[in-house]
């Protein structure tokens, strides 16, 4: 049921309120503030759509597209650091696994993103479970470069975007 005071939306009330409203105010005007009124119901919803819409979107590409390259700078740089890691070669781990993991994550000012650090058990080697939360992108990759360098291999590994930028979870078993 319909409410007789309230008429349904139509364009027929769009016309009605132009009709008994608008139009009389605006004939009201003088010739040079009706020109005014018609430049201002062209121009107001150009610039709700420069300001409003376009300019919002192009700025919206402009960060996505500098967020890009940091991401492309930082995977050129890892490949460079994997390159560099495969060219020293394996070396002998000195004293257990564990300690040269905590020397090294001291080392590489990791150490405080390191949230669990635990011994693998099964195989013939021994392993350590690292997890690191919130931890520098760079600082990490360095950090297992330097564990690298001193012949612990990487044998898992599992990198997580955060929300914040150059910030990355990470889960890694090395040996």
Do not use: C
Not at 1 to 23: C, E, G, R, T, Y
Not at 57 to 62: E, K, T
Not at 132 to 161: D, H, N, R
Request: net charge positive; proline share 6%.
């Amino acid at each position: 049921m319909v409410n007789p005071v309230m008429k349904p939306f139509s364009f027929s009330f769009i016309h009605d309120v132009w009709q008994h409203h608008a139009l009389p105010y605006y004939q009201q005007l003088a010739e040079r503030e009706q020109r005014l009124v018609a430049w201002a119901a062209l121009l107001v919803p150009l610039m709700v759509l420069i300001f409003g819409v376009m300019l919002p979107l192009n700025d919206a590409r402009m960060a996505k597209e500098k967020s890009l390259r940091t991401l492309q700078q930082q995977a050129q740089q890892a490949e460079q650091w994997t390159q560099e890691i495969l060219k020293q070669g394996v070396k002998k781990p000195r004293g257990s696994i564990m300690t040269v993991v905590d020397q090294q994550a001291r080392a590489q000012k990791v150490r405080p993103f390191i949230t669990s650090l635990r011994p693998q058990l099964g195989g013939d080697k021994a392993r350590l479970w690292i997890q690191m939360k919130q931890a520098p992108y760079t600082e990490s990759v360095k950090f297992y470069q330097a564990l690298a360098s001193q012949g612990i291999q990487i044998v898992q590994i599992k990198w997580q975007k955060t929300p914040i930028l150059g910030v990355v979870n990470v889960q890694a078993v090395v040996q």
